[in-house]
């Protein structure tokens, strides 16, 4: 009922800055908590951050704390990741998540996925 769809990715150098973005349609954005996470190959889908329904509260994983931005427009239906100082190892696939509770880091408190897109960081 919820459909998120992702955009922003690309190719940066180490040091440079990106910023994703997720538009959100279906039921009330706005009663959502939505995060940002990312998978790596080989790796298990992990959190990058998170941000109430109201964007007064957030939560970061401590890899990009101070690095990273999360912000909504609910008047857009729209949430962001500003992502600066970006290093090789946060190179991943992104994905935006939308979910009824508050800002958690597990993967399953999420109950809406967008696309998965690409960013890469090069040395």
């Known amino acids: 009922q919820v459909q998120l769809v992702a955009s922003g990715g690309g190719l940066v150098q180490a040091g440079g800055s990106l910023r994703l973005s997720c538009a959100a349609s279906g039921r009330t954005f706005s009663n959502y908590a939505m995060g940002w996470f990312r998978q790596a190959p080989g790796k298990e889908r992990e959190f990058v951050a998170a941000i109430d329904w109201s964007g007064d509260s957030t939560l970061y994983a401590d890899s990009v704390k101070g690095r990273f931005t999360i912000s909504r427009d609910n008047a857009k239906n729209l949430v962001y990741l500003q992502m600066n100082s970006l290093k090789p190892e946060d190179t991943a696939v992104f994905y935006c998540?939308?979910?009824?509770?508050?800002?958690?880091?597990?993967?399953?408190?999420?109950?809406?996925w967008g696309q998965g897109i690409q960013v890469t960081v090069s040395s």
């Open positions: 998540a939308a979910g009824g509770g508050g800002v958690r880091p597990f993967v399953r408190s999420y109950s809406y």
